[in-house]
Nanobody, 117 residues
Framework: QVQVAESGGGLVQAGGSLRLSCVAS????????MAWHRQAPGKQRELVAS???????NYADSVKGRFSISRDNAKNRVYLQMNSLTPEDTAVYSC???????????WGKGTLVTVSA
């Protein structure tokens, strides 16, 4: 069993910052990719940022220059630093953990980020 838990969401004013954290625990030995997705009300879930075990990153165009993803491999943790937040960033942010083994994809339950105008 693998558990994925996010934390750090909350209410912030436009222009502010938040840092999300995600930790994977349980029977996962090697993590290939850790990523953040988000789903805003009435919209499809979208990839926000991802980070491979080799250090390659990928960001959605809408967050480039404002968000930064990082990870602590030893602790199976991934972070999302979000700066210059806008109301359009309001969403439930979910963490994805993907291992090297086929089919080893795990999701957290998500953490709500609300940005007020």
């Amino acid at each position: 069993q693998v558990q994925v838990a996010e934390s750090g969401g909350g209410l912030v004013q436009a222009g502010g910052s938040l840092r999300l954290s995600c930790v994977a625990s349980g029977s996962i030995f090697r993590i290939a990719i850790m990523a953040w997705h988000r789903q805003a009300p009435g919209k499809q879930r979208e990839l926000v940022a991802s980070l491979t075990s080799g250090g390659s990153t990928n960001y959605a165009d809408s967050v480039k220059g404002r968000f930064s993803i990082s990870r602590d491999n030893a602790k199976n943790r991934v972070y999302l630093q979000m700066n210059s937040l806008t109301p359009e960033d309001t969403a439930v942010y979910s963490c994805l953990v993907q291992g090297f083994a086929y089919g080893s994809v795990y999701w957290g339950k998500g953490t709500l980020v609300t940005v007020s105008a």
